[in-house]
């Protein structure tokens, strides 16, 4: 997939575009990604980073990263994705501005979005001011319930399988593994622990079944109550894995919620709990 960050490195077309955030790439921004293969020439994605509500002042709880969504976006088959920086100046563009200086240079011809997709200043654009302005245009129907907000929701309840329903796709934490407390190295459970970035939705506390890396995970989300901690943390135990991932980015599959985070009387307890916690991730199964 071809990535661009200016209409001049993307170039003219002619080409079918998708427009839109694509916060999560749930099943609703699938079917429009669905649409725009099918639509014509170059299928492309214009998205926009960062979101346009935390451009605006507004704090977003994003369901991934920019990364994480144009990989995602690759592997749908888009062929090329234009990165518009949202500034505050993009934000004030009247909507035959938008038009002019974003989709007519990369040569847009058909342009496919959600039926409530809105641009342009104060909201005031839509398919319809994109029709009469020349351009086919294509709504894609809302798919019922499913909506970044309503994943959000159930992520931060730790309802990892009901987000999946709504994605399409596992949920997952992200982030850069850091060195941690060494704790679950002492107990014969070597973490990886996850240094999230802050504008990332983080599911509820608890402890999950999952994966990484080609491995399955039992991942730990809380505050380690059983040593007194406060600081939340991600930690992953990735099973029958033996390497050195301090640095590097990783991506977590949550599949399943397995308990609640608690302490406990002795520390052989404490072990004797992740063993069955260990067990049960490696048998659990992906979201269907």
């Known amino acids: 997939m071809k990535l661009a960050r200016s209409t001049a490195e993307l170039g003219p077309g002619p080409r079918a575009i998708a427009v839109g955030t694509f916060d999560g790439l749930h099943l609703g921004h699938r079917r429009v990604i669905e649409a725009v293969l099918e639509a014509g020439p170059e299928p ?6 960062p979101h346009p509500r935390t451009a605006l002042g507004n704090r977003v ?28 100046a993009v934000a004030r563009l009247e909507p035959e501005e938008f038009a002019e200086e974003v989709l007519r240079p990369i040569g847009a011809e058909a342009v496919v979005a959600g ?13 319809d001011r994109l029709a009469s302005l ?9 798919l019922e319930g499913v909506s970044s907000t309503r ?3 159930l992520i931060r309840g730790g309802d990892v399988e009901g987000a999946a329903r709504l994605l399409g796709r596992p949920t997952e934490v992200e982030g850069i593994v850091v060195t941690g ?6 107990l014969g459970f070597p973490t990886a622990n996850l240094n999230v970035r802050p504008e990332l939705v983080v599911p509820g506390n608890g402890i999950y079944a999952g994966a990484a890396a080609g491995h399955r995970a ?29 640095g590097q980015r990783l991506v977590v599959e949550l599949w399943r919620r397995l308990r609640d985070e608690q302490a ?16 049960r991730s490696r048998i659990a199964e992906p979201p269907a």
């Open 44 to 49: 492309t994605v214009v998205t926009f980073d």
């Open 61 to 88: 709880e994003l369901l991934s990263t920019l990364e994480r969504r144009l990989e995602l976006l690759e592997g749908l088959g888009v062929a090329a994705t234009l990165v518009v920086d949202f500034t505050l």
């Open 115 to 127: 039926a409530d997709f809105r641009f342009g200043r104060g909201r005031t654009g839509d398919l």
């Open 134 to 142: 020349g351009f086919e245009v294509r709504p894609v129907p809302l």
């Open 151 to 153: 994943i959000r929701e």
């Open 181 to 186: 407390e060494a704790r679950g190295g002492t």
């Open 218 to 246: 039992a991942v730990s989300i809380g505050t380690n109550p059983h040593y007194g901690g406060h600081e939340r943390r991600v930690e992953a135990y990735l099973l029958d894995f033996s390497g050195d991932l301090y």
């Open 264 to 279: 406990f009387d002795t520390e052989n307890d404490l072990i004797r709990q992740i063993e069955a916690d260990v067990e």
